[in-house]
Nanobody
Framework: QVQLVESGGGLVQAGGSLRLSCAAS????????IAWFRQAPRKEREIVAA????????WYADSVKGRFTISRENGENTVYLQMNGLALEDTAVYYC????????????????WGQGTQVTVSS
């Protein structure tokens, strides 16, 4: 069982930056791949980035490549999402999710979810 808590969301102007954190508790965090998803109003939840259990493999949606960076500190049981060059279309609730070992790209592949943190980008 893994419990996840996101933080770091907020209101930022277009072009600005935010760093989201996903703090995990429970057993064997270092065995779990972590992904960040987001859901904008009236849209489906979509994957943004993912990182494997050991950090050796990462994946990004095309819409965020070059702007967002996912990283993890297993010693701190935390995964980060550094978001630079934020745009209006990045406005959404951001969720972190966990699954055993390797990354996957759909919501149904992830068993554990946080409660989400709101990111709002203004013009």
């Amino acid at each position: 069982q893994v419990q996840l808590v996101e933080s770091g969301g907020g209101l930022v102007q277009a072009g600005g930056s935010l760093r989201l954190s996903c703090a995990a508790s429970g057993r064997s965090f270092s065995n779990y791949a972590i992904a960040w998803f987001r859901q904008a109003p009236r849209k489906e939840r979509e994957i943004v980035a993912a990182i494997s259990w050991n950090g050796a493999s990462t994946w990004y949606a095309d819409s965020v490549k070059g702007r967002f960076t996912i990283s993890r500190e297993n010693g701190e049981n935390t995964v980060y999402l550094q978001m630079n060059g934020l745009a209006l279309e990045d406005t959404a609730v951001y969720y972190c999710a966990a699954r055993f070992m390797n990354v996957a790209r759909t919501t149904k592949d992830y068993a554990y979810w946080g409660q989400g943190t709101q990111v709002t980008v203004s013009s």
